[in-house]
């Protein structure tokens, strides 16, 4: 029996042979006699599984060696302030609100910093970003944030924003949660990114920070030791036990990326020509239906998570109950929003999308649109 087309925001679904492999190794990982929850974190069996999701990490993203990889906790709203406890200097930072994440970032800043609103995409009810050129950045910040994918409200970045060409030499912190690993990092135009786990690398509870180096040993006297970027790299993520099933898992999905091909791409770059033909085939069927919209610049949709609504909104609860009786699971919008929405991520096979565009016209069992 196939399993069902899971198409939830987050915690999200998890490529099919990583949790095989998980539940095969549950009682006994590699012959141990202990599965690797059972493990100590700096045993020789943990510190194999975390040295190997680091290395393989790296050369996923392409991560430079000036920059230190930190496994934490507390998933990307903690780290919304743990960032500026780290970074800020009780400065003023600029934040360019493109929507729900961004918001929250700007508002929890305001604890430990000085938040200045760079720029905001309110006023278009956030279906499209402020330009880079049109950002009004202060003369100094200690940094710039930028969510480059809004999980909520549907908009990404394709590419990031170079803060240098814009006359600014603050580093860029990027919350990559919802994109981390579907598409490549341009480095040289970031100084830290943040991401939690559970949309496309494994299960909530893990937290990837890649910081450079530079950036380190700068946090305020009222940071938790836990929460000081260089503590944690300085213990190469073991200041405090790390979530090591969540390390575990997402080393199982590194391998599994690492083994993805299209054509003559592996990796990363496999994997962000498969999000580019998932979305565009998605974003085609919607704009060409009488049945569905979504109001999300085109030059700004995003390939992960895509929002769309009913035009006649009485019809959202059958076309749900409907998709979960089809095996599409999880497609209601956040409630900030309404709607549906369809999250892509990696594990989710363009298989998936076809069957979602097949049910679309065809609601429930035929009935939720009857004059078709």
């Not at 679904?13 to 012959?31: C, F, N, R, S």
């Not at 213990?235 to 990326?257: D, E, K």
């Amino acid at each position: 029996m196939n399993r069902p087309f899971n198409f939830s925001a987050g915690p999200a679904a998890i490529p099919e042979e990583v949790l095989q492999q998980a539940a095969a190794e549950m009682l006994d990982w590699h012959g141990c006699g202990m599965g690797v929850m059972e493990m100590s974190h700096r045993g020789k069996e943990f510190i194999s599984i975390y040295e190997t999701a680091e290395a393989d990490v790296r050369e996923l993203l392409a991560i430079p060696a000036h920059f230190k990889i930190l496994f934490m906790q507390g998933g990307g709203i903690a780290e919304n302030a743990i960032v500026p406890m780290n970074l800020s200097r009780a400065g003023v930072v600029d934040f360019v609100v493109t929507g729900s994440w961004s918001q929250k970032s700007f508002k929890e800043a305001a604890k430990y910093a000085q938040p200045h609103l760079a720029a905001s995409g309110k006023d278009s009810g956030f279906t499209r970003p402020v330009a880079p050129k049109d950002w009004q950045l202060s003369s100094n910040p200690a940094y710039v944030h930028i969510c480059s994918n809004e999980t909520i409200d549907g908009v990404e970045f394709h590419e990031l924003p170079d803060l240098r060409a814009l006359g600014c030499d603050a580093p860029l912190v990027i919350d990559f949660s919802s994109h981390v690993a579907s598409r490549p990092v341009d480095w040289s135009r970031v100084g830290l990114a943040f991401g939690g786990a559970q949309k496309n690398i494994g299960p909530a509870g893990l937290t990837i920070v890649v910081v450079r180096e530079d950036l380190l040993g700068h946090a305020l006297p009222i940071t938790p030791s836990a929460f000081d970027f260089k503590t944690v790299a300085d213990n190469h993520s073991m200041f405090n036990t790390p979530p090591t099933w969540g390390i575990y898992m997402a080393g199982l999905t590194f391998q599994w990326l690492k083994r993805q091909r299209e054509g003559e791409l592996t990796g990363i770059a496999a994997m962000e020509q498969r999000n580019i033909a998932k979305a565009q085939r998605f974003y085609d069927y919607v704009d060409g239906s009488q049945l569905y919209v979504n109001a999300i610049d085109p030059a700004w949709r995003s390939r992960m998570n895509i929002p769309f609504q009913l035009r006649d909104a009485s019809r959202n609860e059958a076309f749900l109950a409907g998709a979960k009786a089809a095996g599409l699971l999880q497609l209601k919008g956040h409630k900030s929003v309404g709607g549906m929405r369809a999250s892509l991520y990696n594990a989710m096979p363009m298989a998936g999308v076809q069957a979602l565009i097949a049910f679309m016209p065809q609601g429930l069992g035929g009935n939720l649109y009857p004059e078709l």
